[in-house]
């Protein structure tokens, strides 16, 4: 039975369909712009992974770099994981991981460190992933903490910080 996903080690041959998938996802952001992630380029060795589907359609992307046998979905930037678009769902996100999770032991990594897109930058509501890593029975590692400023609604200052 052919796979339903396959994947690929990211190469310059796929930036402009990496930086068109992240403009069209919803939960991409600037940091996932190649021109951005290469910026580290020279103390980080990218293991960025595209998938794609049965069709040849590209269904997900995972910025990412190799630290020995670990795979961390990216060191150099403050959040990482899958970037998908609006046709990403439950059962494919879990065949995404299952098919990862294969891919990454036959290449002999050891240990895949995972960040999440924080919801606050998704323009869909995109919690596929942190389901499918309950379902792997990942391990939580740490939990960072979010400060968001809204433009429209500013935030006081207390008075003594204003003077």
Not at 3 to 26: C, G
Not at 52 to 70: T, V
Request: hydrophobic share 35%; proline share 5%.
């Amino acid at each position: 039975m052919k796979p339903s996903v396959r994947i690929e080690v990211y190469s310059p041959s796929r930036r402009e369909s990496w930086d068109a998938f992240v403009r069209r996802s919803k939960n991409g952001t600037f940091l996932f712009f190649r021109d951005y992630m290469e910026y580290h380029g020279d103390r980080l060795v990218d293991h960025s992974l595209l998938l794609w589907d049965d069709k040849a359609e590209l269904i997900a992307l995972l910025p990412a770099n190799r630290r020995g046998a670990d795979l961390e979905s990216h060191a150099g930037l403050t959040y990482g994981g899958f970037v998908t678009d609006e046709r990403m769902k439950v059962p494919r996100m879990l065949e995404v991981f299952r098919r990862t999770l294969e891919f990454l032991r036959a290449e002999g990594f050891r240990r895949l460190v995972y960040k999440t897109v924080p919801s606050i930058y998704h323009r869909v509501p995109a919690e596929e992933d942190r389901y499918a890593l309950f379902r792997c029975g990942a391990r939580l590692y740490r939990r960072d903490v979010l400060t968001v400023a809204v433009p429209s609604r500013p935030v006081g200052f207390q008075e003594r910080r204003r003077r």
